[in-house]
């Protein structure tokens, strides 16, 4: 559990999060999003103890991070600078870590073979592509088994492979009971993965929401054999069905999941079944349209 | 699974054994020892130096480059971004620099000191026709080369200090550099009214002290000279603990 309370910072005369107050919860991924220079990185920084708020505190499972005796055990963190030294192969970074807690050589092997590092283990880290980086980087936050994960922009840099891997990656953690926290300017990478959504721009919280809320899903374009068939299946108040084509259909009212179920039962083919939430996006954009930092000139 | 005092040394062991940079510089730093020394034995002739002074000869430029080893292990959890993890790791930070400072004197002490006895035994056996012999047994020179290797482990710690308050790898060396080589060099341009008083009392010649057996004027005695440079220490790495603790990662 991370608990901020009336965090602020500021630099200089900037004031760079401001009055900032959430929870991330155990068993949930919570998303943490906002636009660029919003103060988040800032604001893990300080979740961590590596800046210092100028008024409000953080607790991390109910204490400060600094008092915990086994403060890799309590937060693994992933910060959005690539963190290592060059020099070191990634056995050594991660060893030298561990030993500070006195965890065994055999858990740096472990989080090596969880991030698909195995082969590369001995490389020197400056060899490294930003997204093999971004891997060390998540294997050294699993390091001390944390009860708490949190990651700054942890897909920047990924394939698709490493962007599933990342996504299956903290539902597993959270489905274990852990409280996970990853950053990310972009409302689309997080909502497939968060419960819950904190959004912020420039310092101050401008939603503190659950993704089901959120997504204000427009509808769901249906494309099946038997569009006359399926409407009288799905018929009910408050579910609008709308024909865009011979076999399509858009229905609001009713979740992707309701349909595709209400189908199978009675037998209909469906050829497509998607859910129409760009104004997820949109509303993100809405929400942060004034408060972004750094707008590119039109 | 919990920090301890043993496990943070532990750590800072891997990453001091666990670069390249530290096998070179502290490789380097042993040979010019040794080679200065054998140099200076061999082609010096006089009684203004003894022979454990000259098989020291190269302890001045050793001093440089062991505290460039220090800084660059202190500078470089900054230049890389590496302290981000380190001190997420040890949140108390305070131990990371202690920690840091122990392995690295420690190492140069140890190799230093191995480097002084080498080079005392290398030049003894080339020592110049026109040198006195001198033996372990002969009055100071064990003191002068163990003397050497304390100087030396404290010069890594200087560098360590340095490396950790300025946080950049020129600015630690730069400064290393002016005060250890610059410093005494324009002091001694001062009157002598200024210089006499003041001289023997800069980091490097009070570090001087300890590992020479012929004494120049005016010098402080031994381990007074060592245990004023420990002075100059022991306020750097005051200073960069207290920039440790107070200021943002
Ligand atoms: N050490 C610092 N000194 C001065 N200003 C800083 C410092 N660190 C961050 N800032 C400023 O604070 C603001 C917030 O930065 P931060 O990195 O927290 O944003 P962010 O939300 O992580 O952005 P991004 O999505 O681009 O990563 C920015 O305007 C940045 O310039
Ligand atoms: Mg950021």
């Excluded at chain 1, 559990?1 to 155990?26: C, W």
Aim: glycine share 12%; hydrophobic share 50%; no cysteine.
């Amino acid at each position: 559990m991370i608990q901020v309370r009336e965090l602020t910072k500021r630099y200089g005369a900037k004031t760079v999060v401001d009055h900032l107050s959430f929870t991330a919860k155990p068993g949930q991924v919570t998303g943490f999003l906002g636009p660029n220079g919003a103060g988040k990185s800032t604001t893990m920084r300080m979740i961590v103890g590596l800046d210092a708020p100028n008024s409000g505190d953080v607790l991390v499972n109910g204490k400060p991070y600094a008092s915990s005796k086994a403060p890799l055990h309590e937060i693994g963190v992933l910060l959005e600078a690539k963190a290592v030294h060059p020099g070191r192969t990634a056995v050594s970074h991660l060893l030298a870590l561990a030993r500070t807690h006195g965890i065994p050589r055999s858990r740096v092997d472990e989080v090596l073979a969880l991030a698909g590092l195995t082969a590369v283990a001995h490389k020197r880290v400056g060899a490294f592509s930003l997204g093999m980086g971004q891997r060390l980087g998540i294997a050294a936050a699993l390091l001390g088994d944390p009860a708490v994960v949190m990651l700054d922009e942890p897909v920047n840099g990924l394939d698709p492979e490493g962007v599933l891997w990342v996504r299956n990656l903290l539902a597993g953690l959270a489905a274990e009971g852990r409280t996970v926290m990853l950053s990310s300017h972009l409302m689309s990478e997080v909502s497939l993965v968060a419960d819950h959504l904190v959004i912020v721009g420039r310092g101050k919280l401008l939603a503190d929401t659950t993704v089901a809320d959120f997504v204000t899903a427009e509808g769901v374009r249906v494309v099946t054999a038997a569009p006359d068939a399926l409407r009288t299946a799905i018929a009910a108040a408050g579910v609008t069905v709308t024909s865009t084509g011979a076999e399509e259909l858009f229905v609001t009212g009713r979740s992707a999941r309701e349909i595709g179920l209400a189908a199978a039962t009675r037998g209909i083919p469906l050829f497509e079944l998607t859910p129409q939430n760009a104004s997820l996006e949109e509303a993100f954009m809405d929400l942060t349209r004034h408060a972004v930092e750094y707008e590119a000139s039109r | 699974m919990k920090i301890t005092p043993g496990g943070v040394v532990a750590a800072e062991w891997t990453k001091f054994s666990s670069l390249r940079s530290t096998w070179i510089t502290t490789g380097i730093s042993v040979l010019l020892l040794i080679a200065f020394g054998v140099i200076a034995s061999a082609s010096f002739s006089g009684d203004s130096l003894s022979a454990v002074d000259l098989a020291l000869s190269g302890s001045i430029l050793a001093a440089l480059t062991v505290g460039v080893l220090g800084a660059l292990l202190g500078a470089s959890e900054y230049t890389t971004g590496m302290i981000r993890a380190t001190l997420a790791a040890v949140p108390r930070r305070l131990p990371v620099l202690w920690s840091k400072s122990l392995v690295a004197g420690l190492a140069a002490l140890v190799v230093m000191t191995a480097g002084a006895f080498g080079a005392f035994a290398l030049g003894s056996a080339v020592l110049n026709d026109g040198v006195a012999a001198l033996g372990l047994g002969d009055d100071g020179v064990l003191r002068t080369l163990f003397g050497a290797g304390l100087y030396l482990g404290l010069v890594a710690v200087l560098g360590v200090a340095l490396g950790m308050l300025v946080r950049s790898s020129a600015g630690a060396i730069a400064i290393l550099a002016g005060v250890l080589l610059i410093l005494p060099g324009l002091v001694a341009l001062l009157p002598d009214s200024i210089s006499d008083p003041v001289g023997p009392y800069l980091p490097s010649n009070a570090g001087n002290a300890v590992m020479t057996l012929t004494q120049a004027d005016g010098s402080l005695a031994p381990w007074t000279g060592l245990a004023v440079f420990a002075g100059y220490v022991v306020v750097a790495l005051a200073a960069a603990a207290y920039r440790l603790k107070k200021t943002d990662a």
